[in-house]
Every structure is written in C-alpha cells, then in structure tokens.
C-alpha cells in the first residue's frame, strides 16, 4: 500500500472551499502555545501509545457532496416504514379540561424559565402512565 499525501487526499474543489482549518503556520504556533516544538510532538504527549495508529488508514479517494449524499440516499430506501404504537395504550384515558387547560396548555408549567419544571414534568409523565400522583 502506498502513502498517500494529505494533498492527494484533499478534494479542492468541494471541501476546502467550505471547511479551511488551520496551516501549517497557524499549527505551529498553536502547538507552541501549549508548550511542544510541533504538533507531533503534541500528538505523542496526548494520544495514548495503545490506541495510537502508526499504519496509515485505507482510505477511499475523495467522493464530492453529492456523490455522498446519493449514496446515503441509497441506504436510507433500504429502510422499511412500518407502523408505529407508540402512545396506542392510553386511547381511553380522560383528561379533564381544567387540567389540560391550566396545566398541559400552561407553557409556564413546563418551560425552563420556572422553578416547578422539574417537579411538574416528573408529575405529567406519572399522570400519563396512570398513577395518582395526589396520594
């Protein structure tokens, strides 16, 4: 297997453009602020010897964006819809209007804004599952 140069894996004309990290200047001196000579020299002070990958990668050529996303499209129509029962249990359950109206409709109850949100969030998920949260 050949080594290939980060140039050569780079594909300049759909992934630089938008993604520019920094040079090898601005590495340097980013490395040097933390105290190393290189940023290798960061690498072999973090990374653990045991997980350190010392082989290059096999890593395919460059594909663009939409060659991509056509191909995660393909993966995704492999998928099968089918019908989901979430919720299909409390069909019968009655909730009465001054409860839905002053509690479940009442943002104020549930936002983040308000000390109760803890205490009533944990009261509506044991007033779903039917438990009588009043003894």
């Given amino acids: 297997m050949t080594r290939r140069t ?36 960061l690498i072999d002070d973090t990374v653990p010897e045991l997980i350190r990958r010392r082989e ?5 050529a460059p594909q663009t964006e939409q060659a991509v ?6 993966i995704a129509d492999r998928n099968r819809v089918l019908r989901t029962c979430i919720g299909m249990g409390y069909s019968d359950t009655f909730t009465p209007a001054v409860i839905q109206r002053n509690v479940l409709e009442n943002p ?11 205490e009533i969030s944990h009261t509506l998920r044991w007033i779903t599952a039917g438990v009588n949260v009043s003894e």
């Fill in 69 to 74: 996303l056509a191909r995660l499209r393909e």
């Fill in 6 to 41: 980060l140039s050569e894996l780079e594909n300049h004309d759909d992934f630089i453009r938008r993604h520019v990290g920094p040079g090898p200047a601005e590495q340097q001196e980013m490395a040097q602020a933390l105290g190393y000579d290189s940023l290798d020299a």
């Fill in 56 to 60: 290059p990668m096999a890593i395919n």
């Fill in 108 to 118: 104020g109850w549930y936002t983040a804004y308000t000390p109760y949100q803890p």
